[in-house]
């Protein structure tokens, strides 16, 4: 029982850090309309920036987020700006041919620039560990879910309280009537794309205490990422949350009880049943 614990306890650490990935890809498809095939490049780039801050600045990697999140921000609203909006009309493919073109170049630059080398940080706090009754919890993971948590509920509050966030829901339901009522669609969708850049800003800064970064990191997290939005429901931002922490849990208890070289296997069989049986999401029908 203390070990299926502690395993549930580092799914659910783990799930924190996928629903904010997941929320910015859910909030751009949900308001852009658009799937971001870059997404996991994304990532990748806030990972290299969050390194460089501390690397070369000497900053935390947390406050490195300061730094970190605008610039995402601003990189999302230029990909928008320059890359989605001529497209917007366009057929579906080509879309998706422009996103994974985005996405190649940004790890292929990575590459050029950086290399293949893995890089990695030293903290003060990597290695302290502390014990809550039966289960020990790793300083760097407890900070980086706890800090996930906050920023995906100020995110949440913002899209329910403030102007902008009630002006970018209201373009989710129906941008037509949107439009009627005098919102400015399209700064809409620069301020989407900028937001769910934003969010993997916080993300990149986040994972950099506890996971390598490389060119091709953002691989394996925007692929989880799309699993996490389709098992929520597209466009659906609470269902991205809850289907993060799932798929955390899926991945930490198959990991041990059925084999660690295969636990992306089951989240990706857990993937398909849900495409087959309930397309919209185990958590309803989408919603902004």
């Known amino acids: ?14 799930g924190g ?11 751009i498809f949900g308001i852009v309309k658009i799937i971001n095939f870059a997404h996991g490049e994304f990532l990748m780039v806030a990972m290299y920036l969050a390194f460089w801050s501390v690397s070369l600045l000497n900053m935390d990697p947390y406050v490195s987020a300061v ?23 366009a057929p ?56 996930a948590m906050l920023v995906s509920i100020g995110f949440f509050y913002y899209l329910k309280h403030s102007y902008t966030g009630k ?3 209201s373009v989710a339901q129906n941008r037509e009537a949107a439009l009627l009522m005098g919102i400015d669609v399209n700064r809409m969708y620069l301020i989407a794309f900028g937001l769910g850049a934003a969010c993997l800003g916080f993300a990149g800064c986040l994972l950099l205490p506890v996971y390598y970064v490389f060119p091709s990191v953002g691989t394996y997290f925007g692929i989880t990422s799309f699993v996490v939005v389709v098992l929520g429901g597209m466009g659906n931002m609470k269902g991205a949350f809850l289907g993060g922490l799932l798929i955390g849990l899926v991945e930490s208890v198959s990991g041990v009880y059925v084999d ?8 990706f069989i857990l ?18």
């Open 67 to 89: 730094m970190v999140v605008p610039a995402m921000f601003v990189l999302g609203v230029a990909t928008q700006k320059v890359v989605i909006n001529p497209i917007l009309k």
């Open 260 to 267: 660690s070289t295969l636990k992306e296997a089951i989240y």
């Open 167 to 169: 002006a970018l829901r």
């Open 271 to 288: 993937f398909i049943l849900v495409l087959l049986f309930k397309p919209n999401g185990l958590f309803g029908i989408r919603e902004s």
């Open 92 to 147: 579906d493919v080509m879309q998706i041919f422009a996103t994974v073109g985005v996405g190649l170049v940004l790890q292929n630059l990575a590459l050029f620039l950086w290399k293949a080398d893995y890089r990695t940080i030293l903290t003060p706090y990597q290695s302290i560990n502390f014990e809550l009754g039966p289960v020990m919890f790793s300083f760097p993971r407890l900070a980086t879910f706890v800090l």
């Open 17 to 27: 850090i996928y629903s904010l990935i997941s929320i910015g890809l859910t909030l």
């Open 1 to 14: 029982m203390n070990q299926f614990l502690q395993i549930v306890v580092s799914g659910i650490l783990l």
